[in-house]
C-alpha cells in the first residue's frame, strides 16, 4: 500500500503543481489574457485524457509483466525529457494563432512528464487493486485529490512568493525525478507479484463455485459519467474565466476555482455519504439566482463578494455532478474506463469553453449554459437512481425552513444599501461563516444521529443572527438610527426566531402525529416571514423571491399529499427533489434570456475572439437642460469601457474618457510639445513634431491629440479591435498625425524592433493596458522597463495608466521608476461630464529632473506618502496579492 500512495500522492502534487509554474513562463508570451490559462488548461485536460487512455489500454491489452516493462519504458524516456522551462524561441510570431502556438509550447516542453503523471492514478489503482483485491482502490484516488489540491494551496502562498521561476523549474524536475524511482518501486513489484508462484494446497482449498462477474455499465451510464464529467470541467473553466477577466490571469484567481473543483471529487470518492442531495440540492438552489444576480451588477460589484458568489456556485455544481458522477461508479474491474470517461468529459468541457465558446458565442455567456447543464444533468442522473426513495424528514424541512429564514435576515441586515459602514471582508467574512454553519446543520440532519445534531445546530443558527444584531446594534446604534433601520425588519426577525425555538420544542416533546401538523404550521409560518423579508432587502427581486417561494411551498405540499394518499412502504415521487431544481432552471434560463434581451438594444456590434467579448454601443443623445449631451459609440471589452466617441462633428475629435486634456497623458503630451517647440534648436516645423508611442488602442482617443508632422504608434494586441476602431471610430482617420498600428504584444514587437535596430526615440511613451480585463502583469517589470527606456527619446516621458477598480498599481510603477533611477510624478484629475472626461490616476516617469520639476508644477500632481510601499517586480518574480483592493 505504502508504495502506491508515495507514489499516486507525489504524481498528483507534481501534475497541478506544473500547471502554475508553466503558465507563469509563458503568460508574458501571449498578452496576459484569460483565455492563456483556458487553453492552458484544455491542453492539460487533453494530456490527462491521453494518460488515463494509455492506462486503461495497456490494462486491457497486455499482460502485468509487459504492462511493468512498459511503463518503465515510458518513465525511462520521460526523464530525458526534462527540464520543463520553455526556450524563447517559442515566443509567438504577430502572424500565428496564439492557441495553436501555446498548445505547441506545452507538447514540446511538458508534454511527456506530464502525460507519465497523467497516467499514474488509474494505473497504480489497478495495479494496487489486482495485489490487493480485498481492498478499494477508490480511496487512492482521493488521496491523489488531496496531493493536488495541496500543490495548488502551496503554490501561491509558499512557492511564488519565495521561489524564481527558474528556481520553482529546477525543484519540480528534481522532484520528478523521485516520482520516477517510486513508480519503478511500482513496477517492479508487480514484475515481484506475477512472478510469485501459486501453491498448489491453496489451488486445491478454493471452491469451484464460478464467480458471478460484475454487471458491464450500460449506455446511459456510461453516458452520464461523460457529461457530469463535462458539466463539472466546464463550469470550473467558466468560473475562471468570469475571475480572470476582471482582475488578472494570475495564479491565485486560477488556483482557486480549481481548488474548489478538486474538493468536491476529495469529498465525494473519499465518503460517498457526505454528498447529500438534499443539501446541495438547496445550496445550488441558493448559489444559482446569486451568481446571475452578480453577473447583471457587472463591474459595480465587489471584488471579494463576486469571488464568494462565482466559488460557491462552482462548488454547488460540482458537488452536485461529481456527488451523482460516485453514485454510480462502477465494480473495480471496470475502474480505468471509468476514469477514461471521467477525463474524457473533462475534455468536452475544456473544448466547449476555451474553443467552441469563442468562436460561437459573441459573449461571455458560457457561465450561464454550463450552470444551466450542471443542474439538468445532476437532475437527471438522480432521477435515474430514483432519489426520491429517501424522502426528507421533518427535522429536515424544519431546518430549512430556519436556514432560509435566519439567512434571509442576516442578509437583509448586511446588504441594506444605507449600511455602508460594512466593508466587502466584513460582510463576506461573515455572511461566509453563517453560511457554512447553516450549510453543516443541513448535512447533519441527513446523519443517524439527525436529531440530537439538528438540536444543536438550530440553536446556534436561531441565536447567531440575534446575537449578531444585538452586538451590532450595540456598537453602530447611533448610525442605525441615523440610516432609518427599519423597525419592521427587527420585529421579522425575532418572529423568525420564535418559530424556530417552537418548531424545535415541538419536535423534541410532541408525538409523531402532533409533529406532522406542526410541520405544515411552521412551514406556512416561515413563508410569511419570508414574504415580509422579501420586502426588505434587495438581494434577489420580488419576482425570484414569489416564484422560489411559490413553486417550493407547492411542491411541498403536493409532496405531503401524495404521501398521506398513498401507502405509508411505498416511495414518494420526489417532488420535493424535483421542484427546486427545475425552478432553479427556469430561474436561470430566464435570466440568460433576460441578459440577451437587455444587450441587443444598444448594442450595435458584438464580437468574441481568443482575447475577449468586444461591443460597440450607440448611446443617444441626451437633452436635458441641465446637461445635453450628444450621441456617441461606446467601446466595451467584457464588462470594462475602453473609450467612447461622440457622434456630432462638433465633439468628436475631442479626446474623452481616461485622455482628457487635464489628465496625466495630457500634461505629458503638452509638456513634450511645448519642449520641442521652446528648443533653441527648433528651425523648421518638422523639428517641432513629437513622436507618441501608445500601448492598448481602444477607439484610438489619443490620436485626437495629434497634429501635423507628428507621428503616432500604437501597439495593439487583438486585431479585432484594430478593426472596429476604423470601423465605429474616427479617430485615426481624423487625426492630423501620421498614425500607424502595430498588431502583436507590445513588449514582443518592441523586442523586435530593438533587435533590428529600429528604435523609436518617442518623446511620450503611454502605457495604457492596467485600467482592467486581466492587466498583462509582464508589461510592468523591471525588464519590461529597460525595453521601454531604450525606446524613450534622452527627456522623454513614460506615462502608465494605473486607474484599477481591484488593483492598486501605484508600489509597482514606483519599483519601476526605482529600478530605472528615474523620476515618478503621480497626476489624478476629476471627473467632468460636460466634456465627457473621467476621473484618472496616471504616473509619469521621466529621466530628466528639469522635466520632472516641470510636471510636478501642474496642479493635478499628488506627492507620493512617504511610507507608500513600493514594489520590484520581475520577469520570473511578481504577485498581485498584496495589490488587491477587495
Sequence with gaps: MLRY????????????QVQPIIGRFILPWFGGGPSI??????????????????????????????QAWVHLAVLAASVLLLPIAPD???????????????????????????FVLASTGPLMQKWFSQTSPDRSPYRLYALSNIGSLLALLSYPFVIEPRFTLQQQSVSWTSLYVVFACFAAWCAAGMLKHDAMPIQRDQVAEQPTVEPSLPQKPGWIVVFLWLILSACGSAMLLATTNQLCIDVATVPFLWILPLSLYLISFIICFDRPQW????????LLLVCGPLACWAISSGPDLELAKQVVIFSAALFACCMAVHGELVHSRPDPRYLTLFYLLISAGGVLGGLFVAILATNLFTGYWEFQISLVACCVFALMAACRQRAWDVAPSSDFWTWTGGAFATTVAAIAVLWQPHHESLDAIDEVAWLGGFGSLIFLGLIAVGTRSERSVSTW???GSAALPIGWLVAWGAWRMPDVMTAGLSLRFAAISMAAWAVALVALWGLRHFSEQRQSQLIRVAILAYAMILLALASEHD???????????????????????????????RPSLGIWFGAPLLTLVAILGYDFWETLDSHSHAVVHRSRNFYGVLNVDYVPARDDDESPMPAKFRLEHGQIQHGFQYADDDWKRQPTTYYGRASGLGLAIETARARKQAGKQARAQADQSIHVGVVGLGTGTIAAYGEANDDFRFYEINPAVQELSGRFFTYLQDSAARTKVCIGDARIVMERELRENRRQHFDVLAIDAFSSDAIPVHLLTTECAEIYRRHLAADGILAIH????????????????????????????????????????WVLLTENVEVAEQLRLSPAFEAWEKDDTILHW??????????LSL
Aim: hydrophobic share 45%; charged share 15%.
Design 5 to 16: 500512495a508515495l507514489t499516486i500522492f507525489t504524481s498528483a502534487f507534481l501534475l497541478f
Design 37 to 66: 490559462w483556458t487553453s492552458c488548461m484544455l491542453f492539460f485536460q487533453a494530456a490527462l485524457l491521453g494518460g488515463y487512455l494509455y492506462s486503461h489500454l495497456i490494462c486491457a491489452k497486455l499482460s502485468v509483466r509487459s
Design 88 to 114: 524563447e524561441t517559442w515566443k509567438p510570431l504577430p502572424d500565428q494563432s496564439p492557441l495553436a502556438r501555446i498548445l505547441l509550447v506545452l507538447i514540446a516542453t511538458v508534454g511527456g512528464p506530464y
Design 275 to 282: 454528498y447529500d442531495r438534499r443539501a446541495f440540492g438547496l
Design 457 to 459: 445546530t438550530w440553536c
Design 539 to 569: 438581494v434577489v427581486t420580488r419576482a425570484q423571491t414569489w416564484t422560489l417561494l411559490l413553486v417550493g411551498l407547492g411542491g411541498m405540499m403536493a409532496e405531503w399529499m401524495i404521501r398521506k394518499l398513498r401507502s405509508s412502504d
Design 802 to 841: 494605473i486607474s484599477n477598480r481591484f488593483l492598486d498599481l501605484g508600489p509597482v510603477v514606483r519599483g519601476l521608476a526605482d529600478s530605472l533611477d528615474w523620476q515618478s510624478i503621480r497626476v489624478s484629475n476629476d471627473k467632468d461630464e460636460s466634456t465627457g472626461v473621467y476621473s484618472s490616476t
Design 874 to 883: 520581475r520577469d520570473d518574480y511578481s504577485g498581485l496579492w498584496n495589490l
